[in-house]
């Protein structure tokens, strides 16, 4: 079983930044492709963005261009920078592993481990 924290979250205002972070004790992120998901209360979790095996990064179309996947394997860390954020950008973030899923610009294919969350919140 892995166990998934995430960590970063917070408030910030229109137009600021934050750094989301994805880990793991339990064995190494590079065995799995990664996905960053989001999920306001009363809606569908939506995917946001992804990373390969291989750290070839996908992203959906809202995020393209403000945030960077990445990873850094000396920490066994999968970061999500998130610049240029919008009010819209509020919701509870989590953090996906899955060592057969598909990364593509629609997201992760799948999610065999969860992280917990971490709030992020956009607002003046």
């Known amino acids: 079983q892995l166990e998934i924290v995430e960590s970063g979250g917070g408030l910030v205002q229109p137009g600021g930044s934050l750094r989301l972070s994805c880990t793991t004790s339990r064995d190494s992120l590079q065995n799995y492709a990664i996905g960053w998901f989001r999920q306001v209360p009363g809606k569908e979790r939506e995917a946001v963005s992804c990373?390969?095996?291989?750290?070839?990064?996908n992203y959906v179309d809202s995020v393209k261009g403000r945030f960077t996947i990445s990873r850094d394997n000396a920490k066994n860390t999968v970061h999500l920078q998130m610049n240029s954020l919008k009010p819209e950008d509020t919701a509870v973030y989590y953090c996906?592993?899955?060592?057969?899923?598909?990364?593509?610009?629609?997201?992760?294919?799948?999610?065999?481990?969860w992280g917990q969350g971490t709030q992020v919140t956009v607002s003046s």
């Open positions: 996906a592993a899955d060592m057969w899923a598909v990364c593509t610009p629609a997201g992760l294919d799948g999610g065999q481990y």
């Open positions: 990373i390969t095996k291989r750290s070839v990064p």
